[in-house]
């Protein structure tokens, strides 16, 4: 507990933790703007085109601002103390040194266990409040519908904040491992959907975008992530992406001098 406790003093004593968060529940502010905008275009259409008109899921599409400002926060909850060599002075108050990660991941993970429903959730009710019955009622379906794949959505932002620990120890270097989750948010997709089936489906399939449709038994029909993926099979994925890097790092920290 005292090694935890010690990780959570770190961390809440840091000015960019508190920016960090503030960004990713700005999440519902922006996706508020986004959804008031697009209700604003729909009124300003022809009538005619009105009932041809769709919007995507703006809490699916908002969802990659937490997940990478978590992907951060855990990255620099571990790089930030090999630039200051503080890492020394806590691997020598805790020789095993897995316990220091192992008390990281319980902290940034947690954090982003609340942050990732917060935004998730409220960007779904702000979109709904704003969109209303527009775009052929996209947003007025029950809720209950909506909760698998809401609730789905929002444990990735844990997953990348896992995620950017892991690397950042394996790492130990804040730009390599924000490179690394930048690409797997945005340059990869891009560069899976280009590449000739099925190689296409295959990968995309397993791509962290593409893994809250798949285990909650839906598909990804319209983005270019596949749906080759059982929903068991999508969540053990999700889960290797969060516990897979961080094992590694472990192992690794165990066998370097530091």
Do not use: H
């Not at 990281?104 to 409220?122: D, M, N, R």
């Not at 285990?215 to 749906?227: A, E, K, L, Q, R």
């Amino acid at each position: 507990m005292s090694v935890l406790a010690a990780e959570w003093l770190k961390i809440r004593s840091v000015r960019s933790t508190y920016v960090i968060l503030g960004i990713s529940l700005a999440t519902v502010l922006m996706g508020f703007a986004l959804a008031t905008m697009a209700a604003g275009a729909f009124d300003n259409a022809p009538p005619a085109r009105r009932p041809d008109a769709r919007i995507s899921e703006l809490e699916e599409a908002m969802v990659i601002v937490p997940q990478l400002c978590m992907g951060i926060l855990g990255t620099l909850a571990v790089t930030s103390e090999y630039v200051t060599s503080l890492i020394r002075t806590s691997f020598t108050v805790v020789p095993r040194r897995w316990p220091v990660l192992g008390a990281k991941a319980v902290i940034v993970g947690t954090l982003g266990l609340l942050v990732g429903p917060v935004a998730v959730f409220g960007t779904y009710a702000v979109s709904r409040l704003a969109i209303g019955n527009r775009f052929s009622g996209a947003y007025t379906g029950p809720f209950i519908d909506k909760l698998p794949i809401l609730v789905a959505t929002g444990l990735t932002v844990p997953v990348f904040a896992l995620l950017g620990l892991g690397l950042g120890a394996l790492l130990r270097s804040a730009a390599a491992a924000i490179a690394v989750i930048t690409g797997l948010v945005y340059v990869f997709p891009i560069i899976i959907g280009n590449i000739p089936e099925p190689w296409s489906e295959r990968l995309g399939s397993i791509m962290i975008g593409g893994l809250p449709r798949q285990i909650t038994g839906g598909s990804n029909d319209s983005s270019v992530y596949g749906s080759l993926l059982s929903p068991a099979a999508a969540t053990a994925v999700l889960l290797a992406y969060a516990i897979l890097p961080l094992l590694a790092a472990i192992w690794a920290t165990q066998r370097r001098d530091v």
